[in-house]
């Protein structure tokens, strides 16, 4: 660590989020496979909340933020391919810390951006969804040409890009779900081919994928509407409900699978595969086949931000600004 400071984003405790406060920090200096990035956006996430509220345990006091897009700041040795002032997308989900001016990361979660046609308020958009989107439907479901795919939570930040790339990856049907009416319009500008409501998913047909990251009712309906060999991918549970439990016994009787997805526990063990998958979302919205629709906040609204999330009321990605964009 250096003796300089910066400005950071901390959860002093848990609580509500105006449990959030600035907070004057050290820089952190990178180590080796490491570099240093010079934050312009931070994503704001649903993960992020968590932290905050107590769910996912994190030593206090914690600079929460799990990807950013900026430049690099400074490379850490045996770093190959980065260099000072290159604009970058990373995932600093692993020890988290975007929500400053400057954080590190390793270099595996990485994409440069030099020489693509992408602006940084949407490049910090892609880190944590658009590549849990390619990892969950390509190396977790296995997603096979012409397969059914439902999403839950469509018109959210994940949501919204499970939709595009289940069909960049060769899906056949695909059909989101959301919470309410109004947002209906919404995840159906995300290409989905059909959006319904939640309460109505009993009559939505069988599918050979749903991922899930609502929980509750929802994740027994969805079980149910599996077809023989189909897979649920659970990655979340944002309406806070109690756990539900799937029985083994049901799963061998139907063939039936359901699996998990953690971008952070995945990112910790494979790096070089997740930086792999950002930098394939990074791509894919560079050449305009995968859309994101990006918000912006400055950092002193972040209380905001996490309003918007916690409420279910946000759409799309919502992005933190740093003073110095």
Sequence with gaps: MSNAQMQAITIPEFGPAEVLRPATVDIPEPGPGQVSIDV??????FAEVLYRQGVVGVPLPFV???????RIRAVGPDVTGLTVGQPVAALTIVDSGGYAEVVVTSAALVAPLDGLDLS???AAALPSNSTT?????????????GESVLVHAAAGGVGSQLGQAARLLGAGRVVGT???????DVARSFGYDEVILRE?????????????????????ASLDRLRPLGRMIVMGNASGAEDVGVSANELWFTNKT????????FAAAYPAEAGAALRRAVDAAARGVLRVQAESLPFDQVVEAHRRIESGSSTGKLVLATARE
């Design 40 to 45: 312009a956006y931070a994503g704001a996430n």
């Design 64 to 70: 929460p933020g799990i990807e950013v897009s900026g």
């Design 120 to 122: 940084l308020d949407v």
């Design 133 to 145: 989107a390619f990892l969950v439907l390509d190396r977790v479901a296995r997603i096979e040409p």
């Design 178 to 184: 959301v919470g309410s009416a109004e947002k209906i």
């Design 200 to 220: 109505n998913i009993s009559s939505a047909g069988e599918f050979d994928i749903v991922v899930d990251m609502v929980g509750g009712p929802a994740r027994r």
């Design 258 to 265: 359901v699996s998990g997805f953690n971008l952070a526990a």
